[in-house]
T-cell receptor
Framework: ETGVTQTPRHLVMGMTNKKSLKCEQH?????MYWYKQSAKKPLELMFVYSLEERVENNSVPSRFSPECPNSSHLFLHLHTLQPEDSALYLC??????????????FGAGSRLTVL | QKEVEQDPGPLSVPEGAIVSLNCTYS??????FMWYRQYSRKGPELLMYTYSSGNKEDGRFTAQVDKSSKYISLFIRDSQPSDSATYLC????????FGAGTILRVKS
C-alpha cells in the first residue's frame, strides 16, 4: 500500500448510530488532517495532528471525535450525526505542519450519508 | 468576503481548447499558491505549486500568480478529455485555504 488509504469508502448511517472512519498513511509524514468536502464549498479543515498531538480543532461539533494513536493512523469517530453532516470526508498528510510548502497528500475520501 | 473566491463552473470546453481557471483572494499574507486536481471519486492531488509571484510551467500546464491584483490562474493548453476534473486552488500564508473548486469538462 502506498500513499494515504481511507476506509470505508462509503458509509450510510442513521442519526443514532456510532461509526468510525479510518485513515492510514504510508509516507512517513508527521502531520495528518481531516477535511470535510461539501458540494460547491471550499474544503473545511476539521482537525490537525502533528506528531500525534492535536494541534488544531476548528470549532467542530463534539459529535465528531478524532483519534491519532500513532503517526501513521488517524480515526474520526462519529456519533449522533445530523443529515447536514453528509459529505465527503478527506484525510490528508504532509511532511510537517505549518511548513511553508504545506503540500498535502489526500486519500480518496469516505463518502458519508446520514439518514 | 471569502478569503478565496473560485467560480464553481461547470466549465465545458471542446478538446484542444486552451482552458483558463482562476481564483481571487483577499489575504495579503498568502505566499504559496497551489492547484490541486480532483478526479471523480478520488481525493485532490497536487498539480502545480508556486511561491510568490510569477509563472511556472509544467508540460501543458502553466500557473500564474499576480500578487498585486490578488489573482491566480491555471492555464491548460491542448486540453484533453482526461483533464476533466475539479480544479481547486489553495493558498498558504499562516494557514492553508482552499477555493471551492471549478468543475472542468473537456468534450471529445
Amino acid at each position: 500500500e502506498t500513499g494515504v488509504t481511507q476506509t470505508p469508502r462509503h458509509l450510510v448511517m442513521g442519526m443514532t448510530n456510532k461509526k468510525s472512519l479510518k485513515c492510514e498513511q504510508h509516507l512517513g509524514h508527521n502531520a495528518m488532517y481531516w477535511y470535510k468536502q461539501s458540494a460547491k464549498k471550499p474544503l473545511e479543515l476539521m482537525f490537525v495532528y502533528s506528531l500525534e498531538e492535536r494541534v488544531e480543532n476548528n470549532s467542530v461539533p463534539s459529535r465528531f471525535s478524532p483519534e491519532c494513536p500513532n503517526s501513521s493512523h488517524l480515526f474520526l469517530h462519529l456519533h449522533t450525526l445530523q443529515p447536514e453532516d453528509s459529505a465527503l470526508y478527506l484525510c490528508a498528510s504532509s511532511q510537517d505542519w505549518l511548513s511553508g510548502a504545506n503540500v498535502l497528500t489526500f486519500g480518496a475520501g469516505s463518502r458519508l450519508t446520514v439518514l | 468576503q471569502k478569503e478565496v473566491e473560485q467560480d464553481p463552473g461547470p466549465l465545458s470546453v471542446p478538446e484542444g481548447a486552451i482552458v483558463s481557471l482562476n481564483c481571487t483572494y483577499s489575504n495579503s499574507a498568502f505566499q504559496y499558491f497551489m492547484w490541486y486536481r480532483q478526479y471523480s471519486r478520488k481525493g485532490p492531488e497536487l498539480l502545480m505549486y508556486t511561491y510568490s509571484s510569477g509563472n511556472k510551467e509544467d508540460g501543458r500546464f502553466t500557473a500564474q500568480v499576480d500578487k498585486s491584483s490578488k489573482y491566480i490562474s491555471l492555464f491548460i493548453r491542448d486540453s484533453q478529455p482526461s483533464d476533466s476534473a475539479t480544479y481547486l486552488c489553495a493558498m498558504y500564508g499562516n494557514k492553508l485555504v482552499f477555493g471551492a473548486g471549478t468543475i472542468l469538462r473537456v468534450k471529445s
